[in-house]
């Protein structure tokens, strides 16, 4: 998803993108990983924000924790 770019505009060649998987491999792991990502690698350098939605917030939770967990691993 992150690895293609674009050299004539100078970024990702994909703003949008979609993951479909069966439950319970690892989606919202994957969602942390790309949030952490874009929040320390994204464009613009400065104000970046780590912004999640999900349809339960227990499961936002799940993903902040992991977000939070892989942070502290850095």
């Given at each position: 998803m992150n690895g293609w770019g674009d050299p004539t505009i100078n970024g990702s060649r994909?703003?949008?993108n979609s993951i479909s998987m069966a439950r319970a491999n690892g989606k919202t792991d994957i969602a942390s990983w790309v949030a952490l990502?874009?929040?320390?690698?994204g464009q613009p350098k400065n104000t970046r924000q780590i912004i999640v939605a999900s349809l339960s917030v227990s499961q936002t939770d799940q993903i902040y924790s992991y977000i939070r967990k892989a942070w502290n691993a850095l």
């Open positions: 994909f703003k949008t990502r874009e929040f320390l690698m």
